[in-house]
């Protein structure tokens, strides 16, 4: 099977659950979830993993027989990347009774609208996971978020770090012109201050598109020593080969959003060789972790052919989580029951990775490293 077929037999297979009848969601020998990703647009592939990474986790417990007897079934929706359909399509995940938590969205302009609108906190519902480090979703706190990851601001702050100690000053950041891009520049800047910095240049561009190109002519004449992208893959590819065939030699970094396959195969390995990406879950490549052993099985095993990478390791590790929640919940729970799950799982280990959650802590981990894109397009520690 080629390999685009088998991504699409992978994304149907885990979206098989949306064409099931409603009445099939209520019954008493399932939990039901659901999760809205970008399954088209420019972050297709991204979403793609993020379900995929969350299927393997659920297919690996229902097969073991469930929690407490019940099979986890996922409803699954495409936004696009578009911030009406997240919303549009969260209220109809919501107003499913049956639904007890919301697992795996993406997108900082995204969830942040679900913030805005009310939509978590009137349906009193968690959100586990999201794909994004976006801090408007974290300050001021809000009770419904339970992260994953890191943010932007932890990333950036690795980041200066590791590009001072490297002698380098001079920066550069390109950056999506949207809530996720400001909070990484936000990010950035902040991280610059405490060292008495500040950016030689930033330049943004429009959300949802690869029009990269007024920011790449500003970027190259400020001659910075290196360049930080906030970006997503395409626009992030886009850059990385125009910025060097216009002659641009700085060192590239983009925060842990992005797929380096992704960005070997649209940017060209010669444009992206050397590449740091900032990561927020442990190497998922070396199975030096017992959960990581155990994901690379579980891949195997329920999503024969599909690839590890850093996306479908993350949501995996999300999915561990929001099963945990859902065990100590008891069965048939509420939304009220899951919430008070999660809050109790403090230091909590899935594996060699630590998540602590409580009544007044939402971000479960502050992980971060730096990997780097090498000569044959493989992700080095």
């Known amino acids: 099977m080629a390999p685009t077929t088998r991504r699409r ?29 970008p399954l088209s647009g420019v972050l297709a592939t991204t979403g793609q993993q993020m379900v995929l990474g969350g299927k393997v986790c659920f297919d690996a417990v229902n097969a073991r027989g469930g929690v407490h007897g019940a099979q986890i079934r996922t409803l699954v929706a495409d936004d696009g990347y578009k911030v009406a359909d997240t919303l549009r399509l969260t209220r109809e995940m ?43 979703l974290r300050n001021p706190f809000n009770p419904w978020i339970f992260h994953l990851r890191a943010g932007y601001a932890d990333e950036a702050e690795h980041i200066v770090e590791q590009l001072n100690t490297m002698g380098i000053t001079r920066m550069a950041l390109l950056y999506q012109d949207d809530a996720f891009g400001k909070s990484g520049l936000d990010g950035v800047e902040a991280a610059l201050r405490r060292r008495g910095q500040k950016l030689v240049v930033s330049a ?54 992005v797929d380096p396959a992704e960005l070997v195969k649209l940017g060209g390995i010669e444009n992206v060789r050397g590449l740091g990406i900032s990561q927020v879950v442990p ?24 690839e590890v990478n850093y996306t479908n ?6 999915a561990k ?6 065990r100590r919940a008891g069965p048939k729970p509420s939304r009220a029951q899951v919430i008070a799950a999660l809050e109790s799982l403090r230091s909590f280990d899935l594996g060699g990775v630590t998540v602590s959650y409580g009544p007044k802590e939402r971000v479960g981990s502050r992980y971060v490293e730096v990997t780097v894109i090498g000569g044959e397009g493989k992700l080095l520690k």
């Open 9 to 37: 037999s992978l994304l149907l297979a885990a979206a098989a659950t949306t064409l099931a009848p409603r009445a099939a969601f209520a019954a008493a020998d399932t939990l039901t979830i659901a999760q809205v990703a």
């Open 94 to 136: 919501v107003a499913r009774p049956e639904v007890v938590a919301l697992f795996g969205f993406a997108g900082s302009a995204n969830v942040g609208k679900l913030l805005e609108e009310d939509v978590l906190a009137t349906a009193g519902i968690a959100l586990v996971a999201p794909y994004t480090g976006g801090e408007l």
């Open 204 to 257: 943004g561009y429009p959300r949802n598109t690869g029009d990269v190109a007024d920011a790449v002519r500003r970027i190259v004449a400020a001659q910075p020593q290196s360049v930080i992208m906030i970006a997503v893959n395409k626009p992030a590819a886009a850059f990385a080969r125009q910025y060097r065939a216009a002659g641009g030699g700085a060192q590239l970094f983009n925060i842990s959003v």
């Open 283 to 306: 190497y998922p490549y070396r199975p030096s972790l017992p959960v990581v052993r155990e994901f690379q099985a579980a891949l195997k095993k329920h999503a024969p052919g599909a």
């Open 313 to 318: 390791f993350e949501e995996y590790l999300g």
């Open 321 to 326: 989580v929001l099963v945990e929640a859902l």
